[in-house]
């Protein structure tokens, strides 16, 4: 019990601990002779034993028992009270340590920190420190542990002392500094506050017993009593007075405040016959079966039949009726209201309203309140496209409980994706199905209500849907601009036409002219061998041209060159020996591309080239081994394009430096003479990397073919291209075109004479 009691010298404690002791001895007298007069043995008459010992403190301001002096009880039920033959009083002392009287009006804060403490040792506590009469019409016997850190006011130890008695029968009632112990059964007769009002808002929710007069203004006080008796515990009274029509109950403040919000609900304007009827719920939530029933009932003005119909043919005919004009019927329209209160408490649903319409919601209630588990069935799926482990993991997190709040709040932000309407279908589903994979078969198993199925199918067949693939086409180049000749490629652009079968490309091939270069137009064919007649003067060399076919937001990958071991680290040991730590790198074109298709047709794919070649160089990395070094090229991007269409990456320069050498035969190896007869040639030039891609989108296997097919005649135009002749009359061509027809949207730029004079 740490901070129970005041710190005080330690002559006051001995004094204090004498005091106790004595009291102790005491209270064991007293109830060794009440056990006597009750009846022979150790037990009471009831079986219950011997009441805990009380508690006493040491020097270390702790609760220490004090061995009983009867002998130890049998095991018995947990007491309970009982009446005691004489009240015992519980009497404050008169003065504290400084002479100063002690009430409860002068005390501003107790302590109230305990650890299995009897609640005897409780109530003496409250007289010694508050000032309390304590009388006790009632034994309370147990130990009951409480942590409180901070100090309580007196109002709040009184309410703390209620709840811990609520739990025993028992009840403390306050009348100035006098607490007298009774039974919550004798509380409803002795005094206790009394309160008047509707408003729960002002009722404070402790366990202190009142009595609350309910006025009522529509419904009937007799009628609305028996509706709320089974919402009472045993100990409370609710009694009706017809003179007032008003309610008057005997609980505890938070029971009451419980009530008269109920009462709140169905103490309403309602025209016509009126019933009220409760309804205890088994397996629904009250909140949910409430919700419906109001929804339902959302229209004030409704008139009863037509609400009967609209409950029918919601519930047992399986139609919408929110939005659905009901048919006038010959008979007169009585307007009513229906209204359904939930009380969490007791998952219990009180409605109120015209009888005819209660008939349906007792029908409609006992369907919602059906146990799920009796009308589950299993349903076996097999999938045709998706993967069965892969699909029951996602369906299994779209149905767990607790994306239901998730749910809800995001439902008026959802996207008009195939996804947000799968989860906007599956809000009240949350909970319902069971999906579990079977691998073997790759098929799900579905264990849910037959009234599920059918929208359980509908989200699997969205799930389970074709995944298009892409046939991505890449092209690797690399032009060569050296410092005698201005011979380069410029892609400035390259769009397909509006006819899809086109480019628009601009280049420079050096030629003199008054224009900066000339602009011109081919297809795809044409595209390939103007590429191969620059590779033919040997500007321009392809690296690679790797088709990737790859699905839908997955990463496909291609490695076109070799494996090369990499000395990573080199230790010589005490004896003198090398050990070398060796790993292996791919060394040469290495290209990445993971494709992703929205709904618009657009693809976003996102490229990741690399070029990597050894340089024939070295770097020591110990005193006896070399490690070779090897220039690497690469670039990361995300685009996005139409299907069909090409984009270029480029901008990827690399310097390089070559010396030649020119000699007379024989004289030029003389030495320092042979300076005389050759002469050295330093010549710098400069590489730029360009990468073409084009993916082609196929939504269905059977567009491949039609792809394949495209692909190998734009591989004959190539072969007929790789014939000499026909390189100078592909050129000729294209100069001619470029003279007779004006320049087209996008134009190049004269990068290549720039360059030159870096």
Same mark, same amino acid.
Do not use: W
């Given at each position: 019990?740490?901070?129970?009691?005041?710190?005080?010298?330690?002559?006051?404690?001995?004094?204090?601990?004498?005091?106790?002791?004595?009291?102790?001895?005491?209270?064991?007298?007293?109830?060794?002779?009440?056990?006597?007069?009750?009846?022979?043995?150790?037990?009471?008459?009831?079986?219950?034993?011997?009441?805990?010992?009380?508690?006493?403190?040491?020097?270390?301001?702790?609760?220490?028992?004090?061995?009983?002096?009867?002998?130890?009880?049998?095991?018995?039920?947990?007491?309970?009270?009982?009446?005691?033959?004489?009240?015992?009083?519980?009497?404050?002392?008169?003065?504290?340590?400084?002479?100063?009287?002690?009430?409860?009006?002068?005390?501003?804060?107790?302590?109230?920190?305990?650890?299995?403490?009897?609640?005897?040792?409780?109530?003496?506590?409250?007289?010694?420190?508050?000032?309390?009469?304590?009388?006790?019409?009632?034994?309370?016997?147990?130990?009951?542990?409480?942590?409180?850190?901070?100090?309580?006011?007196?109002?709040?130890?009184?309410?703390?002392?209620?709840?811990?008695?609520?739990?025993?029968?028992?009840?403390?009632?306050?009348?100035?500094?006098?607490?007298?112990?009774?039974?919550?059964?004798?509380?409803?007769?002795?005094?206790?506050?009394?309160?008047?009002?509707?408003?729960?808002?002002?009722?404070?929710?402790?366990?202190?017993?009142?009595?609350?007069?309910?006025?009522?203004?529509?419904?009937?006080?007799?009628?609305?009593?028996?509706?709320?008796?089974?919402?009472?515990?045993?100990?409370?009274?609710?009694?009706?007075?017809?003179?007032?029509?008003?309610?008057?109950?005997?609980?505890?403040?938070?029971?009451?405040?419980?009530?008269?919000?109920?009462?709140?609900?169905?103490?309403?304007?309602?025209?016509?016959?009126?019933?009220?009827?409760?309804?205890?719920?088994?397996?629904?939530?009250?909140?949910?079966?409430?919700?419906?029933?109001?929804?339902?009932?959302?229209?004030?003005?409704?008139?009863?039949?037509?609400?009967?119909?609209?409950?029918?043919?919601?519930?047992?005919?399986?139609?919408?009726?929110?939005?659905?004009?009901?048919?006038?019927?010959?008979?007169?329209?009585?307007?009513?209201?229906?209204?359904?209160?939930?009380?969490?408490?007791?998952?219990?649903?009180?409605?109120?309203?015209?009888?005819?319409?209660?008939?349906?919601?007792?029908?409609?209630?006992?369907?919602?309140?059906?146990?799920?588990?009796?009308?589950?069935?299993?349903?076996?799926?097999?999938?045709?496209?998706?993967?069965?482990?892969?699909?029951?993991?996602?369906?299994?997190?779209?149905?767990?409980?607790?994306?239901?709040?998730?749910?809800?709040?995001?439902?008026?932000?959802?996207?008009?994706?195939?996804?947000?309407?799968?989860?906007?279908?599956?809000?009240?589903?949350?909970?319902?199905?069971?999906?579990?994979?079977?691998?073997?078969?790759?098929?799900?198993?579905?264990?849910?209500?037959?009234?599920?199925?059918?929208?359980?199918?509908?989200?699997?067949?969205?799930?389970?849907?074709?995944?298009?693939?892409?046939?991505?086409?890449?092209?690797?180049?690399?032009?060569?601009?050296?410092? %005698? &000749?201005?011979?380069?490629?410029?892609? #400035?652009?390259?769009? /397909?036409?509006? +006819?899809? @079968?086109?480019?628009?490309?601009? $280049?420079?091939?050096?030629?003199?002219?008054?224009?900066?270069?000339?602009?011109?137009?081919?297809?795809?064919?044409?595209?390939?061998?103007?590429?191969?007649?620059?590779? %033919? &003067?040997?500007?321009?060399?392809?690296? #690679?041209?790797?088709? /990737?076919?790859? +699905?839908? @937001?997955?990463?496909?990958?291609? $490695?076109?060159?070799?494996?090369?071991?990499?000395?990573?680290?080199?230790?010589?040991?005490?004896?003198?020996?090398?050990?070398?730590?060796?790993?292996?790198?791919?060394?040469?074109?290495?290209?990445?591309?993971?494709?992703?298709?929205?709904?618009?047709?657009?693809?976003?794919?996102?490229?990741?080239?690399?070029?990597?070649?050894?340089?024939?160089?070295?770097?020591?990395?110990?005193?006896?081994?070399?490690?070779?070094?090897?220039?690497?090229?690469?670039?990361?991007?995300?685009?996005?394009?139409?299907?069909?269409?090409?984009?270029?990456?480029?901008?990827?320069?690399?310097?390089?430096?070559?010396?030649?050498?020119?000699?007379?035969?024989?004289?030029?190896?003389?030495?320092?003479?042979?300076?005389?007869?050759?002469?050295?040639?330093?010549?710098?030039?400069?590489?730029?990397?360009?990468?073409?891609?084009?993916?082609?989108?196929?939504?269905?296997?059977?567009?491949?073919?039609?792809?394949?097919?495209?692909?190998?005649?734009?591989?004959?135009?190539?072969?007929?291209?790789?014939?000499?002749?026909?390189?100078?009359?592909?050129?000729?061509?294209?100069?001619?075109?470029?003279?007779?027809?004006?320049?087209?949207?996008?134009?190049?730029?004269?990068?290549?004479?720039?360059?030159?004079?870096?």
């Amino acid at each position: 019990m740490h901070g129970t009691y005041s710190q005080s010298p330690r002559v006051s404690q001995s004094v204090m601990r004498l005091a106790l002791m004595l009291a102790c001895c005491f209270a064991m007298l007293v109830n060794a002779q009440l056990r006597a007069q009750d009846m022979p043995g150790d037990d009471d008459a009831d079986g219950t034993p011997p009441p805990p010992p009380p508690v006493m403190v040491d020097d270390d301001d702790q609760p220490q028992a004090i061995p009983p002096v009867t002998p130890e009880a049998k095991p018995a039920p947990k007491p309970m009270a009982k009446p005691l033959a004489k009240p015992v009083t519980i009497l404050p002392p008169t003065t504290d340590e400084n002479g100063e009287g002690i009430t409860p009006d002068k005390v501003k804060s107790i302590r109230m920190n305990f650890e299995n403490a009897p609640l005897n040792a409780i109530l003496e506590h409250l007289s010694r420190t508050a000032g309390f009469v304590v009388i006790k019409e009632v034994d309370v016997e147990g130990t009951i542990s409480i942590i409180a850190q901070q100090p309580l006011t007196v109002d709040e130890a009184v309410m703390l002392l209620n709840t811990m008695l609520k739990q025993r029968g028992v009840t403390a009632l306050r009348n100035e500094r006098i607490l007298t112990i009774v039974s919550l059964t004798d509380a409803k007769k002795r005094y206790i506050p009394v309160k008047a009002g509707n408003d729960p808002d002002v009722i404070s929710r402790s366990d202190e017993v009142i009595t609350q007069v309910i006025p009522l203004r529509y419904t009937d006080a007799a009628k609305l009593k028996d509706d709320l008796t089974p919402l009472l515990p045993e100990y409370a009274v609710i009694s009706a007075n017809a003179a007032s029509n008003s309610l008057i109950l005997t609980d505890t403040s938070s029971n009451v405040k419980r009530i008269v919000q109920i009462v709140r609900e169905l103490d309403q304007h309602v025209s016509g016959t009126t019933s009220v009827r409760v309804f205890p719920l088994l397996y629904a939530d009250a909140s949910n079966v409430a919700r419906i029933i109001k929804d339902v009932f959302a229209t004030e003005n409704s008139s009863a039949q037509n609400n009967a119909n609209r409950m029918r043919q919601m519930f047992f005919r399986g139609r919408r009726g929110g939005n659905q004009q009901q048919e006038e019927t010959g008979e007169s329209a009585i307007s009513n209201k229906v209204l359904a209160s939930a009380d969490t408490q007791t998952n219990t649903v009180a409605v109120s309203g015209p009888a005819d319409t209660l008939a349906v919601v007792a029908d409609v209630i006992a369907q919602l309140d059906s146990n799920p588990t009796q009308q589950q069935e299993v349903f076996i799926y097999p999938l045709k496209n998706g993967t069965a482990s892969t699909l029951a993991t996602r369906l299994t997190n779209l149905f767990k409980e607790t994306t239901t709040s998730n749910n809800r709040n995001n439902r008026n932000n959802r996207n008009n994706n195939n996804q947000a309407q799968t989860e906007t279908s599956a809000t009240d589903l949350t909970g319902e199905v069971t999906v579990v994979a079977d691998v073997d078969t790759n098929a799900l198993m579905v264990m849910t209500s037959a009234k599920n199925y059918d929208r359980v199918r509908k989200i699997i067949d969205d799930l389970d849907r074709p995944i298009p693939q892409v046939l991505i086409k890449v092209l690797v180049a690399e032009v060569t601009h050296d410092g %005698s &000749v201005d011979l380069g490629v410029e892609f #400035s652009g390259l769009n /397909i036409r509006d +006819s899809g @079968n086109g480019f628009e490309v601009g $280049t420079n091939f050096g030629v003199a002219s008054a224009t900066d270069g000339f602009n011109f137009s081919l297809i795809e064919t044409n595209l390939n061998a103007a590429i191969h007649a620059l590779e %033919s &003067v040997g500007k321009l060399d392809v690296l #690679s041209r790797p088709y /990737i076919l790859t +699905s839908d @937001n997955k990463e496909a990958t291609i $490695t076109v060159g070799e494996e090369v071991p990499f000395i990573r680290d080199s230790r010589t040991t005490d004896t003198g020996q090398t050990i070398n730590t060796i790993e292996y790198e791919d060394i040469g074109i290495i290209l990445s591309v993971t494709p992703h298709i929205n709904p618009d047709g657009l693809v976003i794919m996102d490229v990741a080239p690399e070029i990597s070649t050894l340089t024939g160089n070295t770097v020591p990395i110990s005193e006896t081994v070399d490690a070779p070094t090897f220039a690497k090229r690469s670039a990361s991007s995300r685009v996005a394009i139409q299907n069909g269409q090409t984009i270029v990456i480029g901008g990827l320069v690399q310097d390089r430096k070559t010396s030649t050498i020119d000699k007379v035969p024989l004289l030029g190896d003389i030495p320092l003479l042979g300076e005389l007869f050759k002469r050295t040639i330093d010549t710098k030039s400069k590489t730029e990397l360009l990468i073409f891609i084009t993916p082609h989108v196929a939504d269905q296997p059977e567009m491949l073919k039609a792809i394949s097919d495209a692909e190998e005649q734009s591989q004959e135009i190539v072969k007929n291209a790789m014939k000499g002749e026909l390189y100078d009359k592909h050129l000729k061509r294209m100069g001619k075109e470029a003279n007779a027809q004006p320049a087209p949207t996008v134009e190049s730029t004269p990068t290549s004479r720039s360059r030159k004079g870096k």
